[in-house]
C-alpha cells in the first residue's frame, strides 16, 4: 500500500510517500515547498497571498500524489494554521478546492508524533534526554527516555513568530537578541524547572 503523508507547517509544506509491505516500509519520495504563512502578529490572521501560497503548495502535492497512485493520504496542520484566527477558513478552502481533509493537531499531538519520529532512529536510553523541534510557529520541547515520554510542551515561540514580534535586523545587534533571549528566558520557565527535576 502507498501512503501519503502531507505536514502543513508554518514555514513549509512538507510531503512523503511511503510504500508498506512485509511490515516494513520504503520510502519513495519526499519534497518540501516554502510557504511562510505566519500569521500578521498584529490581526494573527494568514495573509490571503499566503492562503494561495498554501493552495498552490497543496496543489502541487496532490499531482505528486497522483503520479504515485498513492492509496492513502494523511495532512496535518500545526502552528500556524491552529492559532491563527482564519486557520479554519484554511481548512475549509483546501477542502472546497482540493477535497483534502486537514487534521489540525495540537501542541501536545505535535510533541507526541515528533518523540514517535525522532525512536524510529535513535534509541534513547535510561537518561533523560531532550529531544527539541524548532518549527516556524512554535518549538515543542519533550523530555524523554527508554521508557517514554515524562513530559512534553509546544511553545509559541517558532522562528517566525520570534522575527515577526521583535523584527531584528540583519546581522542582529546585540542589543536585539539581549531582547529576545530575555523574552525566551521567561517563556521556557515551565521548560528549565522540569529538567530541575530530572
Known amino acids: 500500500m502507498r501512503v501519503g503523508v502531507i505536514d502543513c507547517g508554518t514555514n513549509t509544506f512538507n510531503i512523503l510517500i511511503a510504500e508498506f509491505h512485509n511490515g ?27 492562503f494561495g501560497r498554501g493552495l498552490d503548495a497543496l496543489l502541487v502535492h496532490k499531482n505528486i500524489l497522483e503520479n504515485y497512485q498513492t492509496e492513502r493520504v494523511y495532512l496535518f496542520a500545526t502552528s500556524a494554521i491552529r ?14 478546492a482540493l ?19 525522532v525512536i524510529q532512529d535513535i534509541q534513547l536510553e535510561e537518561n533523560v534526554d531532550l529531544i527539541m523541534d524548532i518549527g516556524g510557529g512554535s518549538v515543542e520541547f519533550i523530555l524523554a527516555h527508554v521508557h ?3 513530559w512534553k510542551r509546544s511553545f509559541p515561540i517558532g522562528v517566525s513568530r520570534l522575527k515577526g514580534m521583535f523584527m531584528p535586523s540583519d546581522p542582529m545587534t546585540e542589543e536585539e537578541s539581549g531582547k529576545i533571549q530575555e523574552f525566551l528566558f521567561g517563556a521556557l520557565e515551565p521548560l528549565f524547572e522540569e529538567i530541575g527535576k530530572h
Do not use: C
Not at 38 to 49: E, K, L, R, V, Y
Not at 84 to 90: D, L, R, T
Open 24 to 50: 516494513g516500509h520504503e520510502i519513495l519520495f519526499s519534497t518540501k515547498i516554502a510557504v511562510k504563512l505566519a500569521p500578521s502578529i498584529d490581526t494573527n490572521m494568514i495573509g490571503s497571498n499566503r
Open 83 to 96: 492559532d491563527s484566527a482564519n486557520g479554519k477558513a484554511f481548512v475549509k478552502q483546501v477542502k472546497e
Open 148 to 150: 517514554g515520554i515524562l
Open 99 to 117: 477535497n483534502f481533509d486537514i487534521h489540525v493537531i495540537g501542541g501536545d499531538e505535535e510533541a507526541e508524533l515528533i518523540y514517535e519520529g
